[in-house]
């Protein structure tokens, strides 16, 4: 269904001549607002999934940043004041693809290093740049992978006044 999306927009922005990172853009948001409005779940669920997906895009962008500024700070600063650590941690999920996502995603995120996965006990190791405060740290591995499973689970299904 993404698929179908993508190319949608894209046709639709080449039609009216906006073929461009930004007229593709409003092509997909435009498509997007009206499958939202049509009654059928499976256009639903797909909405659904690229909202949620928007949103976690956002929400990690910004985990990010606010990690490259706090490496950053830690770099500048005159008296360097780092625990560098490896956290174990136990992961709510057992599917081994979003283990591999979850690892991913902490290793693009600065400071952070996924380093192993033992599946007999689902625990992920983690290299943290500073971690000294360790609940800090595996509050945020813990947000990352909350938010990650509520946009790749599956959606709700649809009531049936929206078939």
Known sequence: MLVLHLALSVAAAAYFGLLHGAGILLAFIALH?????????RSRR???WVERGSLFSLWFIGQVLLASVQVARLVLARRVQVEPAIVALRLQTRDERMVTLIGGLLTLTPGTLALDYRAEDDTLFIHALDARHEDEVTGMIRELERRLLHWLRPAPEASNHDR
């Open 33 to 41: 607002l009206l499958l939202r409005l049509l009654p059928i779940a």
């Open 46 to 48: 797909h909405t659904v």
